[in-house]
Structures are given as C-alpha cells and as structure tokens.
C-alpha cells in the first residue's frame, strides 16, 4: 500500500506523467533513469530497485516523502 500512495504522489500511477519543470519523468519521476517513458515494466524494476537502495522498503520512502515534501505535488507532475 505505500508503494501506491508513493506512485500516486509522484505521478498519479501515470507511466507517461512528465514533470515539466523538472524534467522528472514516469511513475516514479526519475531524472537521471534509463527506463523508458511508458514501459510500465521497466520503471517498476528501476523504481523499486531504488527504493531498496535508498530507502530498503516503500514504506519509508513514503515517510521521507511525507516529512521532506521532497517530491512535487501531483498536481505539479503531470502535462496537462
């Protein structure tokens, strides 16, 4: 469930969602990736990949996210 409301924040769950701003794109609004916009696959397996890394679970990420306001707004991460 964190790792919903973690793709919800960053980019509604839209694998084409850009950031336009910063550049930031896809479900989890990475700019430096090689997944490709759209390929659900592929992001989730970067994504998740990250989170492990960083943060070891999503449920943490989430916290970080929800303590720093590091991450955009949605309203902010997608082209509208």
């Excluded at 409301?5 to 910063?22: D, H, Q, V």
């Amino acid at each position: 469930q964190s790792l919903i409301k973690l793709l919800f924040r960053e980019s509604g769950i839209n694998p084409y969602a850009i950031n336009p701003t910063s550049g930031a794109w896809g479900l989890f609004q990475s700019i430096n990736c090689d997944y490709e916009l759209g390929n659900v696959k592929q992001q989730m397996d970067w994504g998740c990949n990250y989170i492990k890394k960083r943060y070891s679970t999503p449920s943490r990420a989430l916290q970080f996210q929800l303590k720093n306001n590091y991450y955009w707004q949605l309203e902010n991460n997608l082209i509208k």
